[in-house]
């Protein structure tokens, strides 16, 4: 039964989608990248198909995309899981492409720039996946989380954060600011590339990696961990809705 919860890839294998959304320039390329070098430094094998960025002038113009293997006891009790992940390009011309995208979608991670400027620029974002997917992200049946990049800066260039959750009430993604924090990870892919790059030239590197070379998962940087921490977290969750929508629906037709 477990099986038939997960669409399957060429190969036959489970696999899920997870979808970056947002503005251009808030970060969605950037986090995609910190997260496949992450899992060359300390999970290669995990690796299914590494990062394939179909950009112009260093800025995507159709979408980005890794994908990655669960195997076995991480999640699910399947031989193996795959988790495809995409983030789209963020201009306006690109509306249709990002439609595209969404397209069989099982999460979804909206990320968002602070910078005073792009206040915007978020919002019309906000307002256009309410516009392609508002039921099912306030009805529960589509699982989801907010993401703020850029929480480096001071705070004077940066939109408060109460503000941007006064935001996601207005454009009608949740029903109050309590809600909406509960959906919120705040990051800064600046510092989480920094500090994953410079890894190598630390004078402990050798203490960080396990016996095969590779870097221990606790030795994640704090920047990295807050970096890596929303997509792990929503990848568990898609798996955990599917497999409580599927205990549901065997339990409505026991009845």
């Not at 430094?41 to 800025?59: A, M, T």
Request: net charge positive; aromatic share 6%; charged share 30%.
């Amino acid at each position: 039964m477990l099986n038939q919860i997960f669409k399957r890839d060429a190969q036959n294998v489970p696999t899920i989608k997870l979808v970056i959304y947002g503005p251009s320039l808030a970060g969605k390329t950037t986090l995609l990248s910190i997260y496949s070098t992450l899992k060359k430094v300390e999970s290669p094998d995990q690796i299914y198909s590494d990062l394939k960025k179909i950009e112009q002038d260093g800025r995507t113009v159709l979408f980005d995309q890794s994908v990655f293997e669960l195997p076995k006891g991480q999640g699910t009790m399947l031989p193996l899981l795959r988790y495809a992940l995409y983030s789209v390009a963020g201009q306006e011309r690109f509306r249709d492409t990002r439609k595209v995208v969404l397209k069989g979608t099982d999460g979804l991670m909206i990320m968002l720039d602070p910078t005073k400027e792009q206040y915007d620029f978020n919002k019309s974002s906000l307002q256009e996946i309410v516009a392609l997917l508002g039921a099912d992200l306030t009805s529960g049946n589509l699982p989801w989380i907010l993401v703020i990049n850029k929480m480096d800066l001071p705070d004077e260039e940066r939109t408060p954060t109460d503000d941007i959750m006064k935001l996601m009430v207005e454009v009608g993604m949740v029903k109050n600011i309590g809600e909406a924090y509960t959906k919120l990870y705040t990051i800064s892919c600046k510092q989480a590339k920094i500090d994953l790059l410079a890894l190598p030239k630390r004078p402990d590197w050798a203490k960080l990696k396990d016996g095969s070379g590779r870097l221990r998962r606790e030795a994640r940087p704090d920047s990295v961990k807050e970096a890596a921490a929303p997509i792990e977290h929503l990848t568990r969750h898609v798996v955990e809705h599917k497999i409580r929508k599927l205990r549901e629906a065997k339990k409505k037709s026991s009845q």
